[in-house]
Each structure stands twice: as structure tokens, then as C-alpha cells.
């Protein structure tokens, strides 16, 4: 499948990235110059971390974020986005990911396909009674 560079724009085919060989491989060194950076400096904050690598802040939280990082910045401030509680990683905290996932547990309860195909044939049998 050809697609366009989300970066660059230039053309490639690839099934899942959505950015080309050159521009994947920078941002995987960008990626690790942060890893790195982190691992020698624990205590940096996410400014220290941008400054340094030359990696925007955004850039960070993402990978934060996506839980990339096995080393999170001191003053990387993240919130749930469903409750706002103060969480380390992810997008979630723990108590509204549970409750996600009880309520996808919990979900309604799909009819089997007999009786789908039951309810159809009823509704063929009202609209040739109404003819």
C-alpha cells in the first residue's frame, strides 16, 4: 500500500508505519537519544530532557504516554483523561482502566443468530400481511 510520509510527505510503501525509512529511522534515534539521556540523568526534568536531546516536549509526554520509557522524567505531570488523577504513564490511571474493563465484561448480551434471523422473518411476515 503507498502512502505519504506523515513528516516529509515523500511517497513509500510499508503495511504499518506511516512514516518513510529515513524518517522512521530519525525518529527511533530521537527516540533512544532520550532513553539514553534518561538513563544517564534519572533526575531530569522534561525541559532538562527536550533541551539536551533537542527533542520537542511534546515528543516526550508521547512517548510517556505510549509507555516507552522505562525512565519517566521527575516533573512529567500526566493525568487520566477520563477521572485526571496524576499518573506516571499510559493515558489511563488503573482504577478507570478496571472499570473499562469490568464494564466490556459486562457488556449486552448479543442475541444468537437464530433468533436474529427469527426476528427478520417476523418483520418479511408484518410487511406481506400489510400488502
Known amino acids: 500500500m503507498l502512502k505519504n510520509c506523515d513528516v516529509c510527505g ?38 532538562e530532557v527536550a533541551e539536551a536531546t533537542e527533542t520537542d516536549v511534546d515528543v516526550i509526554y508521547q512517548y510517556i504516554r505510549e509507555g516507552r520509557l522505562s525512565i519517566v522524567p521527575r516533573d512529567a505531570g500526566l493525568q487520566c483523561e477520563l477521572c485526571g488523577a496524576s499518573i506516571q504513564i499510559g493515558r489511563i490511571c488503573s482504577r478507570c482502566l478496571g472499570k473499562l474493563e469490568q464494564a466490556a465484561g459486562k457488556g449486552p448480551v448479543q442475541e444468537s ?8 422473518v417476523r418483520y418479511l411476515d408484518q410487511i406481506m400481511r400489510r400488502r
Open 113 to 120: 443468530r437464530k433468533e436474529a434471523d427469527d426476528s427478520k
Open 10 to 47: 515523500k511517497v513509500f510503501a510499508h503495511p504499518t508505519r506511516t512514516l518513510c525509512e529515513e524518517c522512521y529511522k530519525e525518529a527511533q534515534a530521537r527516540f533512544q537519544a532520550v532513553k539514553d539521556y534518561l538513563q544517564r540523568n534519572p533526575g531530569a526534568t522534561v525541559a
